[in-house]
């Protein structure tokens, strides 16, 4: 749908709002990742297209959603500890849980916390303001938990949070079955949108002056055209890095399994494609991989790695591991240390292993103690950030291009990041500096997590 045609909607539903009686008001608090936060927008987008006002905060509203993460142990508890907090407020109030949690829960959300009225998987956003018409109507408990396969979760109206930056889903779901992931259960099988979809809602952003786009996936480079002739993730990539008015495309999350040479390739010859890949790789230790049920072996994504240490860009990697996968030995732990010390990541995401529902992995012996995964990702962190201070160091003196994100009033400095998804701190003497610039920063210091520099005129 065009977004003149979207801006007019939600304009004419706003005054009509305003004409019949005052706009009903909702709060959302997102947990999780990048594909959480834009589920959140498009939740956004459709209240707000039906009249719904966003505050700030839940004591100010009607309705109280929690889009909710359940890919770790805590983040689940975390949503379970908001909603007892505001169990006593609930009165007058619907609430709503939404997201991978919702979906698996079920309808067990309303035994654990019985003020919530709405539980929602994220393949039914599309039908939320129905869902909310049945609450209003009288209905106690609703619930919109079905994992339509024909659905690639769009909704017609998406509410941006960021003027510059945006996010746009290519695919949705994962056909792998990574033995400690829930994914799978909660978002259901692969499906992937058209290209020509796709290519659409970016040349719109772009004429609308967005200049970054990030295209999500929980497997990303999975994606398949699902028209006859379309094209591959290697091949989309190269046609995003063609749209008028795009200064940079970004992807996540890589499974290694999907991640061939072509994609490298494209990085190689397009700078508007980002010189930064997030390629997860759990463990190093090839018989941790097996039990992992991750499909390839060291050996397979170290050739990966090696593909990107050899591109001209400069390509900076980033991924996830997971320690205390039940079974894993110390020398399986050495294996992943001995493994971040050859790839030399510019950082790494790391979790103890947490025990989730509906996963292979629950039947697995050998779960490994508490404090031992501790211990393990102690020493794992702190490996990483001495890797992360010599890798970062390598950038004083050079000059790298940002995309300034904000002003810092307690520094007294600009906020950038770089194609390599690096966050840089400058000073710039010049005036007239806003959010969304571009500009060229000469990199002065560096520390574990970013860099700090000043602008050049």
């Known amino acids: 749908m065009p977004t003149t045609v979207i801006k007019d909607a939600v304009r004419t539903l706003r005054l009509y709002n305003v004409i019949t009686g005052p706009m009903k008001k909702f709060y959302i608090e997102t947990f999780g990742c990048q594909m959480n936060a834009h589920d959140s927008e498009k939740v956004v987008g459709t209240l707000m297209s039906r009249g719904y006002e966003q505050v700030e905060e839940p004591g100010d509203a009607d309705l109280v959603l929690y889009n909710t993460c359940s890919i770790r142990d805590k983040a689940e508890q975390k949503v379970f500890s908001r909603l007892q907090e505001f169990k006593r407020h609930s009165k007058g109030r619907v609430f709503g849980v939404l997201g991978c949690v919702a979906q698996q829960e079920g309808e067990k959300i309303f035994e654990r916390a019985p003020h919530v009225s709405l539980v929602c998987g994220s393949a039914s956003y599309n039908r ?164 992992m049920q991750r499909l390839y072996t060291r050996d397979d994504y170290m050739r990966r790695i090696e593909w990107m240490k050899r591109s001209p860009r400069s390509i900076a990697i980033t991924t996830d591991i997971i320690v205390g996968f039940p079974g894993e030995t110390e020398s399986d732990f050495e294996q992943t ?91 710039h003497a010049a005036g007239g500096i806003g959010a969304g610039q571009y500009l060229p920063v000469r990199v002065l210091r560096a520390g574990p997590n970013s860099l700090v520099g000043e602008g050049v005129n």
């Not at 017609?156 to 990574?178: F, M, V, W």
């Not at 992931?181 to 020509?196: A, D, L």
């Not at 031992?372 to 790298?400: D, F, S």
Request: overall charge negative; hydrophobic content about 30%; glycine content about 8%.
């Open 128 to 291: 939320l303001p129905e869902l909310l018409v049945q609450i209003e109507s009288g209905q106690k408990r609703v619930t919109g938990l079905s994992l339509d396969t024909e659905d690639t979760f769009e909704t017609p109206l998406t509410r941006r949070d960021n003027p510059h930056r945006a996010y746009i889903t290519i695919i949705e779901g994962c056909d792998k079955s990574c033995a400690y992931c829930v994914v799978p259960f909660t978002r259901g099988p692969e499906r992937s949108r058209t290209g020509t979809s796709i290519l659409e809602e970016a040349g719109e952003l772009a004429r609308m002056g967005y200049t970054e786009i990030q295209l999500l996936g929980q497997n990303v480079n999975s994606y398949r055209d699902p028209t006859p002739g379309g094209p591959d993730f290697a091949r989309l990539i190269r046609q995003m890095g063609e749209v008028p008015g795009l200064k940079r495309v970004r992807f996540t999350t890589s499974h290694p399994r999907d991640f061939v040479k072509e994609i490298v390739d494209a990085i190689d010859e397009n700078p508007v494609l980002c010189n930064h890949v997030h390629l997860p790789v759990q463990s190093g230790s090839t018989s941790v991989l097996k039990a």
């Open 337 to 427: 240390l001995d493994l971040i010390d050859q790839v030399e990541y510019d950082s790494v995401f790391s979790f103890k292993y947490s025990r989730r529902p509906n996963t292979p992995a629950l039947a697995l012996d050998d779960q490994i103690s508490e404090e031992e995964k501790t211990r393990r990702i102690m020493i794992l962190q702190e490996r990483q950030r001495g890797i992360q201070m010599r890798r970062n160091a390598g950038y004083i003196g050079t000059i790298e291009e940002v995309m300034v994100e904000g002003f810092n009033k307690a520094t007294a400095q600009w906020i950038g990041r770089t194609s390599q998804n690096k966050t840089l701190n400058f000073n």
